[in-house]
């Protein structure tokens, strides 16, 4: 079956530094991406559609410049959050849709979970 | 968007089905009806999808009326490895525009 990967699974960063998490489909092309935040005892909330080739579609009140996505290829979705802080601090996990079949199935990577100190 | 309405929570014993209901009373024509699974830390995994009648697979039974406005998900005989929290989406899931938006979903606690 379909799989999508995602590094770090965990990270610690100090409050004011950047982090990157990658988000990569294993065994197909996904020319869309999502990337989800949840917080403990909540639901997945969507931050961002990324599209292959051209720029995030950010949903209201997500922070573009703070939440940086980079999908440079067909595999592969980057989240970097800027400048963290202790607030973004939270589980973030991406899916990947298979546009192959045109069932636009969507698969969920494992998570990242963030601390920011 | 189909706004949908499950329950918050439910408690279950090893060996029981255990019936989830979810609400979407102005769901439309286009939409299908979608079931995942999450485990703490973890992604969703997606359970079962269907459209109208009943959908059955390996992992459960998704039962939806005539009038779709509501759908059941039948998990039998449940394991305490069931315990999670199951969402139900519904939306034009065949659309390349749709984009998944998750409620509360229900937290299941199965005990021993």
């Known amino acids: 079956g379909a799989v999508v990967s995602q590094h770090p699974s965990w990270v610690i960063c100090k409050s004011g530094t950047s982090v990157k998490i990658e988000c990569r489909s294993l065994?197909?092309?996904?020319?869309?991406m999502f990337w989800y935040r949840q917080f403990p005892k909540q639901s997945l909330m969507l931050m961002a559609t990324?599209?292959?080739?051209?720029?995030?579609?950010?949903e209201q009140g997500v922070e573009k410049d703070k939440f940086l996505i980079n999908h440079a290829s067909l595999t592969l979705s980057t989240l970097t959050v800027t400048s963290a802080h202790p607030e973004d601090s939270s589980f973030y996990i991406c899916s990947a849709r298979d546009d192959g079949l045109g069932t636009y199935e969507q698969y969920f990577g494992p998570g990242t979970r963030l601390t920011v100190t | 968007l189909a706004k949908t309405t499950q329950p918050i929570s439910m408690d279950s014993y090893e060996g029981q089905e255990v019936n989830i209901t979810c609400s979407h009373n102005n769901i439309a024509t286009n939409d299908y009806i979608t079931w995942y699974q999450q485990f703490p830390s973890q992604g969703p995994r997606f359970i079962i999808q269907?459209?109208?009648t009943k959908v059955t697979n390996e992992v459960a039974s998704l039962f939806i009326p005539a009038d779709r406005k509501s759908s059941t998900l039948s998990l039998p005989r449940v394991s305490l490895s069931d315990t999670a929290v199951y969402y139900c989406l519904v939306g034009p899931m065949k659309d390349s525009s749709y984009k998944l938006i998750f409620g509360s979903g229900t937290r299941l606690l199965v005990r021993p």
């Open positions: 269907g459209y109208k």
């Open positions: 065994d197909f092309q996904a020319t869309t």
């Open positions: 990324s599209n292959e080739g051209s720029k995030a579609t950010y």
